[in-house]
């Protein structure tokens, strides 16, 4: 009997053995896929990064520009409407030339001008029209380089290549030494990049126009979603009855919610478009859309907020008296708030970086504009990232890696302001 009972003893301990084994290994394989999907993350957050933080500084160029009165005022009347018709180009290309008296040939002038933005003779007239007395003398002025010349300074062009495999020549290289040298040459922070909108040049590409639209479109999106989204929550949760109809709607919209976010862009498109005719590539059918693709993401994160509310607290309410309204608004809802505002932030933060719906009902324009008011012609980050990744101009790339990092940032605070409503406002029973 004591060898048969050691040896039940000892299979046990093998088991035990066994199972302790597996636990091991699956602790080890759940280390290893966290650390595996963390890697991944920081492998794709640091290529953005590092491909986009340069596109966060600029580079100009300083160049004494003489406001010749002949070219900018010749009638000497001083006028905002006679200095904005001024030829700023050429008084650009004067201070070029007298930088570089060397350059004399036509052809290495016309590359001598290509080291400069297209936009510095429109810097030039701004800065008239801020300082009319500037008209007649010779003044220092920072103007915004070309995208070939920032892309060099920071180092995405490459100078120990051929000079057959670079946009910039062996001269133009020279010249921007001269330049550095000369403490003509600086990088700052690009402002620009989050107030301008769109252009054809790298160099004065910027976020601004997207981020209006995209604030416009999700405005309208939470005005129309959040209150039918938890109103019709409200219904189906505490007064609906339970038959067949209900049971078809609720298993509807949690069949919206699953469904792919081109097939909302379709249903815009036929619905405020076709029937209604509102203007496309405009900020209220991007929010009209969004809407309907948020509403059921709204409704289900209401229902389960409000399930989670305890019988009991309906129950006091209904004992002292109160209506099933009062019961509801004044007593139910309240409680569920943190968890019906958690839900809102997190279908909203879907929004935001929704692409496809708009690309449907046109705000994939080209708008230079910045938007301001729902009806003007706008688009949205993620529309504007997916343009510049579409551009074959290298400059765009930089570009297109900071507007992903913008709209990463927004979405990490949208998800972090989610998790902190929820866990302050949450109550535990």
Sequence with gaps: MKHKAWQQSERAAKRLKKRYSRERRLKAAGIFAIGLALGVLVLLLGSVIARGYPAFIKTEIALDITFDQKLIDPSGTGEIAHLAKGKYGKVLRQALFEYYPEVTVRAERRNLTRLVSKAARFELREMIRDHPEWVGTTQRVWLTAASDVDMLTKGSIQRDVPETERRLNDRQVGWIDRLDADGSLRTIFNIDFFTGSDSREPELAGIGGALAGSFWTLLITLVLAFPLGVAAAVYLQ?????????????????????????????????????????????????????????????????????????????????????????????????????????????GMARALGETAPLLMIGMVAFIVDIPSAPFDSATALPVQIFLWADSPERGFDEKMSAAIIVLLAFLMIMNALAVFLRRHFETRW
């Design 238 to 346: 505490e007064f609906a009855p339970k038959n067949r109809f209900t049971d078809f709607v609720e298993v509807n919209i949690n069949n919206l919610a699953a469904v792919p976010s081109i097939v909302f862009g379709l249903l815009g498109l036929a619905i405020f478009i076709q029937v209604f005719e509102l203007p496309r590539s405009t900020a209220v059918v991007g929010g009209l859309t969004l809407m309907l693709m948020t509403l059921p993401t709204i409704i289900i994160a209401t229902r389960a907020a409000l399930a989670a509310v305890p019988p009991s607290i309906r129950e006091a309410a209904h004992g002292i008296g109160a209506s099933p309204v009062q019961v509801a608004s004044h007593h139910v809802l309240p409680l569920a708030l943190p968890g019906i505002m958690t839900g809102t932030i997190i």
